[in-house]
Structures are given as structure tokens and as C-alpha cells.
């Protein structure tokens, strides 16, 4: 089975641009979280698509913005870039629920930085 | 506010010895714990996991023990190799969620 695919790897935005990044799930997986990585504030939650729905959100501003696709693919759009929205955003996959024993998997994630 | 906490920011092992990746919380309400290690640059792979209704959990060198009233998870590895060095992160989810709250990672370095 192919793994969660994330693309760019690798994107260079100046401040107030805006950005979208695209994620696969591994193939048969409904549930699609996103995560923000920064050397200040680790690993963040972002929010969480199951079924095209918004199922659960972090604490980011309104600028960070999803969806889901009926293929399960998902993209995660950030406008009015910030310097500090510089970071490595990673999307995950579940087949279910974590709780009843299935295992959340990761993509390579998008280095973005911003200028 | 951080809920899951890796207090070590780093730990240095001998290649054959044990490795000990300690983590602790906050929200009593956790209920499922995992484990990843990750690689600059890499997303996060996962390692092992355990319910808040075990006190263990085994899988080839890895052992997760879990101690609910302290609060506390510890992730151990027997033996330690070289290629285990990376950077181990700890993170714990909710009934009915699958957004996890990461710990702030632990680097081991396994020396040869």
C-alpha cells in the first residue's frame, strides 16, 4: 500500500501570499488531520477531516483553512502568510478511530517557508 | 499549555543497552498513547501504542509501560542500536478523536 503522499515538499511564499498543500491518504482512509511543526512550538494540531466534514480543529486563527475531498484527498490553505507560519506542515491518515487500536500515518510533510 | 511533556530533551545510550523515553500529562481524560520517531525533515513514524487500559504494551525491542496515576508513559528499547537514534516523540489522544497533543520530543543518540 502507498503511503500519505503530501505535495510540494518544498515551498518558498513572501508575507500576505497565500498557500495551498495537497495530501493523500493512504488509499481506504477517511480520517485526514494536519499538523504544524516549528522549533517553538513542536508538533501542533491543526484540524481533522473525516468524510469531507470537519470533525475537529485546533487552535490556529482563521487564516489556516481545509477541506476534504469524496476521494478522502485533502488541502490545507494558509492566507495572508506570516513569517511565523514558516514550519514543516505534516498530514496524517487513520482508518479510523485512534482509541480502538488503529495507528495514525504520517506524510513526509511541506516545508514552507516564508519571506 | 502543554499536556504532554518529554521533560529530556536528550539522551545518550550505549549500542546494546537499554534506552528509557520518558513522558508525562496532564489530561486525565487521555486514553490512547503512542509513540513516534522522526528524522529532520521526515513525518513522524509510528512506533507502538497503548490504551489507558493496559499498563504494558510489547512489540520486538519496544515496550511501552503506562502508570495512570502518576500520569506518566515510558518508552523502553532493548536492545539499543545505532539506527535507532532519532528523535522519539510521545503523543496522547481522546475517545472519539484523532488529533493528537505531541510531547516535545527526545533525541536519542545510540552510540556505537
Known amino acids: 500500500k502507498a503511503g500519505v503522499t503530501q505535495t510540494p515538499r518544498y515551498l518558498i511564499k513572501t508575507r500576505g501570499q497565500q498557500v495551498t498543500l495537497s495530501c493523500s491518504p493512504i488509499s481506504g482512509h477517511r480520517s485526514v488531520s494536519w499538523y504544524q511543526q516549528t522549533p517553538g512550538q513542536g508538533l501542533q494540531f491543526l484540524f481533522e477531516y473525516f468524510s469531507e466534514t470537519q470533525r475537529n480543529k485546533g487552535n490556529f486563527p482563521g487564516r489556516f483553512s481545509g477541506r476534504q475531498f469524496s476521494n478522502s484527498r485533502s488541502e490545507m490553505n494558509v492566507s495572508t502568510l506570516e513569517l511565523g507560519d514558516s514550519a514543516l506542515y505534516l498530514c496524517a491518515s487513520t482508518s479510523g478511530l485512534l482509541a480502538t487500536g488503529d495507528t495514525q500515518y504520517f506524510g513526509p510533510g511541506t516545508r514552507l517557508t516564508v519571506l | 499549555d502543554q499536556q504532554v511533556k518529554q521533560n529530556s530533551p536528550s539522551l545518550s545510550v550505549q549500542e546494546g543497552r537499554i534506552s528509557i523515553l520518558n513522558c508525562d500529562y496532564t489530561n486525565s481524560m487521555f486514553d490512547y498513547f503512542l509513540w513516534y520517531k522522526k528524522y529532520p525533515a521526515e513525518g513522524p513514524t509510528f512506533l507502538i501504542s497503548i490504551s489507558s487500559i493496559k499498563d504494558k504494551n510489547e512489540d520486538g525491542r519496544f515496550t511501552v509501560f503506562l502508570n495512570k496515576s502518576a500520569k506518566h508513559l515510558s518508552l523502553h528499547i532493548v536492545p539499543s542500536q545505532p539506527g535507532d537514534s532519532a528523535v522519539y516523540f510521545c503523543?496522547?489522544?481522546?475517545?472519539?478523536?484523532?488529533?493528537?497533543?505531541f510531547g516535545t520530543g527526545t533525541r536519542l543518540t545510540v552510540i556505537p
Open positions: 503523543a496522547a489522544t481522546l475517545t472519539g478523536a484523532n488529533n493528537l497533543f
